[in-house]
Nanobody, 123 residues
Framework: EVQLVESGGGLVQTGGSLRLSCAASGFTSDTYAIAWFRQAPGKERREISCINNRNGRTHYSDSVKGQFTISKDSAKNTVYLQMSNLQPEDTAVYYC????????????????WGRGTQVTVSS
């Protein structure tokens, strides 16, 4: 069973930075992708970034491109989301999710989820 644990959320002022971590375990193969989603109050949960474990290729939504950076430390089985120049609209619960599939980041859904970490950006 894949398990994901997020950490690194908190309260930050506008323009500040945070780095989220997603510690992953339980994969049965090296063919998987890990994505970050976020859900703002009253809004749907949306994918913002993804990284393929096999080739390290990354993907970003237009809303965070150039502002957030996803990376992985294979030795630690951890995926990071470096967030910079944070704005109040980035306030949300951030989730990491994983899917073991040959489709990698193109997977239509992600079957394993963490519990989320709250990011609050004060103005």
């Amino acid at each position: 069973e894949v398990q994901l644990v997020e950490s690194g959320g908190g309260l930050v002022q506008t323009g500040g930075s945070l780095r989220l971590s997603c510690a992953a375990s339980g994969f049965t193969s090296d063919t998987y992708a890990i994505a970050w989603f976020r859900q703002a109050p009253g809004k749907e949960r949306r994918e913002i970034s993804c990284i393929n474990n096999r080739n390290g290729r990354t993907h970003y939504s237009d809303s965070v491109k150039g502002q957030f950076t996803i990376s992985k430390d294979s030795a630690k089985n951890t995926v990071y989301l470096q967030m910079s120049n944070l704005q109040p609209e980035d306030t949300a619960v951030y989730y990491c999710a994983a899917e073991e599939s040959v489709y990698l980041c193109a997977s239509p859904s992600f079957g394993s989820w963490g519990r989320g970490t709250q990011v609050t950006v004060s103005s």
